[in-house]
C-alpha cells in the first residue's frame, strides 16, 4: 500500500508536469522511513494487546480505546515524546536542507518505541495461548517455561536498548534544553501579552524601509544578519521611547545595535 501511494504521488507529479522534481529518496524517507516503521510498532502493539485478550473483538476495542487515550492525553497536553506512543517524526522537508535537524531526533525516537515495541513482541510471544490453556493465570505459569534463552536475549537486549535510548532523549530534551509543551507555551504567551500589554496604546516609530544582508548556515540552523531600519514618526506626538523586542542570548546575539540619534539602552 505504501508503495502504491508512492506511485500515485510521483503520477500526480508527472500529470501536474512536475517529472523532473520527483525526488524518490524524500518519499521512501517519509513513507518507509517515517510511515511504514510508524505501522510495524503500532503492529507490534497490536499483536501484544490481541495475545493478552485473547479476543479478536475485544482487542480491536482496545486499540480503538487506545487511540481515543493518546488523543485526550494530547488535548491535556502529554507530549513529551518518551510518553506519547510512537511520537516519532522527521518533521517538515524543505530544498534547503532536506529534513535537517529533525532526522536525529527521528532516529532516536523512532529507536526508543522500536525497542518497546520489541519487548512487547517478546512478551506476546511468551504468553501466546498454548492449546487449551486461555486463562492469563495459567499462561503467566506456563509463560516461565517459555522464557528460552533466545527470547530471555533478545528481551533483555531490547529492554538495554530502550533504556539506553530513552535516557539519551530525556537527557537532550530536558537537561540541555528546557521542555515546555503547549499548554506551557500557551502560559508563557498569555504572561508575555499581560507583562507588554500597559505599552500597546504607546505611540511607536513606524519602519518605512529596510535593507538587511542574511548569511544562512543551514547545516548548523544558524544564520548571521546586518543592516538597517528607517524609522519614522507618523504620529502627531513626540516619542521618547522605542520598543525593542529582544530575545534569550541562546537564541539571537545581538552584537551591535544602536540609534543615528543620542539614546539610553533600558531593559524592561
Avoid: C
Amino acid at each position: 500500500m505504501i508503495t502504491l501511494a508512492i506511485g500515485l504521488g510521483a503520477l500526480m507529479q508527472v500529470l501536474h508536469g512536475g517529472a523532473s522534481l520527483i525526488n524518490w529518496s524524500v518519499y521512501a524517507a517519509s513513507l518507509y522511513g517515517n510511515t511504514l516503521l510508524g505501522l510495524l510498532t503500532f503492529m507490534l502493539l497490536g499483536f501484544f494487546i490481541h495475545t493478552m485478550v485473547n479476543n479478536k473483538f475485544a482487542g480491536h476495542a482496545l486499540m480503538v480505546l487506545f487511540f481515543v487515550v493518546l488523543g485526550v492525553l494530547s488535548y491535556l497536553g502529554w507530549e513529551h515524546r518518551l510518553l506519547v506512543f510512537d511520537s516519532a517524526s522527521l518533521g517538515t522537508y524543505s530544498d534547503m536542507n532536506g529534513f535537517g535537524h529533525y532526522v536525529a531526533p527521528f532516529s532516536w525516537t523512532t529507536l526508543y518505541w522500536s525497542a518497546f515495541g520489541a519487548l512487547l513482541f517478546a512478551g506476546a510471544v511468551v504468553l501466546s495461548v498454548r492449546g487449551s490453556e486461555e486463562l492469563l493465570k495459567l499462561r503467566l505459569q506456563i509463560g516461565r517455561h517459555q522464557l528460552t534463552r533466545p527470547v530471555l536475549t533478545f528481551g533483555l537486549a531490547m529492554l538495554i536498548v530502550f533504556i539506553s535510548s530513552g535516557s539519551y532523549i530525556y537527557y537532550n530534551t530536558n537537561v540541555l534544553n528546557q521542555y515546555r509543551n503547549s499548554k506551557a507555551d500557551e502560559a508563557q504567551q498569555a504572561d508575555y501579552e499581560k507583562t507588554l500589554k500597559r505599552f500597546a496604546s504607546l505611540p511607536q516609530p513606524r519602519i518605512t524601509a529596510i535593507t538587511v544582508n542574511v548569511d544562512l548556515f543551514p547545516e548548523t540552523r544558524d544564520f548571521t544578519a546586518t543592516g538597517w531600519y528607517i524609522l519614522k514618526n507618523k504620529t502627531t506626538q513626540p516619542i521618547r521611547y522605542i520598543h525593542l523586542q529582544s530575545y534569550p542570548n541562546d537564541d539571537i546575539q545581538v552584537k551591535q545595535l544602536k540609534l543615528s540619534v543620542p539614546s539610553q539602552l533600558d531593559n524592561l
